[in-house]
């Protein structure tokens, strides 16, 4: 009886069930293994539910295997914080204004002539976007300085592209500093180690084109264009810092889709022998607003896009091989949606949530390089309501 096992100190057990199971219920229960546990636990489970867990588990699974990056990329509010804020200085421009009034306006003084500006990039295919760049930059710039390589940062072979239309740049020949490098082809290798292979050559080809101290020196991507004024402000003014970073327009594939005004790594320095080094990561806590523009993944053909995506130092984001299909980067590109189908970069899920879906169409060219406003037929493809891009 129940109440006498209770008060011999036994262990009732309301559940009628067959010997095993009724020991894990009893006294022995604790010396039953953790197989023999589970074992009892599923013979309790109906034949629904072992449909429901066979057809849920694989389906999780595939789930996370289709979708895990951008769950990550949902979740990284809760594993990553933000970078401390950039000290942003505001930006005074006018065509009217003299400099000496514009520098007064930044709290800097006025010097009796300039610094001398090399303007040094890591070149791969960007031919369009370099002609834009080197355009808007020409008055300003005492020399040009470019390296490219046979080798993607992924250590794919790539032609020496600059070289072969190097005919196209004749108007900056005088004033060009032109070096190559091999590739090392490691195979399998974290593509940021050939980046930065790079960017250290691209230092000693500065030391050839002549840069001395207090020069500044741009350090940014081809695809990071600061506006002409704006260095022609740094050139100018005195007491600048040492080191100060450009917040540039960003865009995507055209001029027609602005993202944001977030874009932060390109950067001007006083050049100074020994300390300083080509990079292009965080340096100081001082920006420059409205410093320019940011124009990714703005090629004319779907043919560089596709090798874009395989030659640089994201490739992983390249998850599935149909992102390469060529209709689908032409459909995301009219769209304004994401060639990598991820989520937005940020470290909140209000600015996530806020940036979640294509990105809005502008129909402003407003404030954009005067080179390519006076070219326009030409570089069509960049202003707004062209998104067709030819298929080659």
């Given at each position: 009886?129940?109440?006498?096992?209770?008060?011999?100190?036994?262990?009732?057990?309301?559940?009628?069930?067959?010997?095993?199971?009724?020991?894990?219920?009893?006294?022995?229960?604790?010396?039953?293994?953790?197989?023999?546990?589970?074992?009892?636990?599923?013979?309790?489970?109906?034949?629904?539910?072992?449909?429901?867990?066979?057809?849920m588990i694989p389906m999780c699974i595939f789930g996370i295997y289709l979708h895990g990056q951008k769950i990550s990329y949902f979740l990284r509010p809760l594993?990553?914080?933000?970078?401390?804020?950039?000290?942003?200085?505001?930006?005074?421009?006018?065509?009217?204004?003299?400099?000496?009034?514009?520098?007064?306006?930044?709290?800097?003084?006025?010097?009796?002539?300039?610094?001398r500006v090399y303007d040094a990039v890591l070149f791969s295919n960007e031919i369009e976007i370099l002609t834009l760049r080197w355009r808007e930059l020409y008055?300003?710039?005492?020399?040009?300085?470019?390296?490219?390589?046979?080798?993607?940062?992924?250590?794919?072979?790539?032609?020496?592209?600059?070289?072969?239309?190097?005919?196209?740049?004749?108007?900056?020949?005088?004033?060009?500093?032109?070096?190559?490098?091999?590739?090392?082809?490691?195979?399998?290798?974290?593509?940021?180690?050939?980046?930065?292979?790079?960017?250290?050559?691209?230092?000693?080809?500065?030391?050839?084109?002549?840069?001395?101290?207090?020069?500044?020196?741009?350090?940014?991507?081809?695809?990071?264009?600061?506006?002409?004024?704006?260095?022609?402000?740094?050139?100018?003014?005195?007491?600048?810092?040492?080191?100060?970073?450009?917040?540039?327009?960003?865009?995507?594939?055209?001029?027609?889709?602005?993202?944001?005004?977030?874009?932060?790594?390109?950067?001007?320095?006083?050049?100074?022998?020994?300390?300083?080094?080509?990079?292009?990561?965080?340096?100081?806590?001082?920006?420059?607003?409205?410093?320019?523009?940011?124009?990714?993944?703005?090629?004319?053909?779907?043919?560089?896009?596709?090798?874009?995506?395989?030659?640089?130092?994201?490739?992983?984001?390249?998850?599935?091989?149909?992102?390469?299909?060529?209709?689908?980067?032409?459909?995301?590109?009219?769209?304004?949606?994401?060639?990598?189908?991820?989520?937005?970069?940020?470290?909140?899920?209000?600015?996530?949530?806020?940036?979640?879906?294509?990105?809005?169409?502008?129909?402003?060219?407003?404030?954009?390089?005067?080179?390519?406003?006076?070219?326009?037929?030409?570089?069509?493809?960049?202003?707004?309501?062209?998104?067709?891009?030819?298929?080659?």
């Amino acid at each position: 009886m129940w109440w006498m096992m209770g008060e011999a100190g036994g262990h009732y057990c309301p559940k009628k069930t067959d010997d095993f199971c009724g020991n894990v219920c009893g006294q022995e229960s604790s010396q039953v293994t953790g197989m023999s546990r589970i074992r009892c636990i599923l013979r309790g489970l109906d034949v629904k539910t072992y449909i429901f867990l066979f057809a849920m588990i694989p389906m999780c699974i595939f789930g996370i295997y289709l979708h895990g990056q951008k769950i990550s990329y949902f979740l990284r509010p809760l594993w990553e914080k933000p970078p401390k804020p950039f000290n942003v200085i505001p930006h005074y421009y006018n065509e009217n204004v003299t400099m000496e009034n514009l520098c007064k306006l930044h709290g800097w003084g006025v010097r009796e002539y300039p610094r001398r500006v090399y303007d040094a990039v890591l070149f791969s295919n960007e031919i369009e976007i370099l002609t834009l760049r080197w355009r808007e930059l020409y008055p300003y710039i005492t020399e040009f300085v470019l390296l490219e390589s046979n080798s993607t940062f992924t250590g794919l072979p790539k032609p020496l592209v600059f070289s072969s239309n190097r005919h196209k740049f004749k108007f900056v020949e005088p004033r060009l500093t032109y070096g190559s490098i091999g590739g090392r082809f490691k195979k399998g290798e974290n593509p940021f180690i050939e980046e930065a292979y790079q960017r250290v050559a691209l230092d000693q080809l500065l030391k050839i084109a002549g840069i001395s101290d207090d020069d500044l020196l741009i350090m940014s991507d081809v695809d990071e264009i600061p506006s002409a004024h704006t260095i022609n402000l740094l050139r100018w003014c005195d007491e600048i810092p040492s080191i100060i970073h450009l917040q540039l327009k960003n865009y995507l594939y055209s001029f027609e889709f602005h993202l944001d005004d977030s874009s932060w790594r390109a950067s001007v320095h006083r050049y100074q022998s020994g300390k300083t080094r080509y990079a292009h990561y965080r340096q100081s806590d001082t920006m420059l607003a409205d410093a320019g523009w940011h124009c990714s993944f703005c090629f004319r053909r779907i043919s560089d896009f596709v090798f874009k995506m395989k030659a640089y130092s994201h490739y992983d984001r390249v998850r599935f091989s149909h992102y390469l299909k060529r209709k689908r980067i032409q459909k995301v590109i009219c769209e304004g949606a994401d060639l990598f189908d991820m989520l937005p970069e940020e470290y909140t899920f209000r600015e996530i949530i806020g940036k979640m879906g294509p990105i809005p169409h502008s129909y402003s060219a407003v404030h954009l390089p005067a080179f390519l406003l006076e070219n326009a037929k030409e570089f069509k493809f960049l202003l707004p309501g062209n998104c067709r891009r030819d298929d080659n």
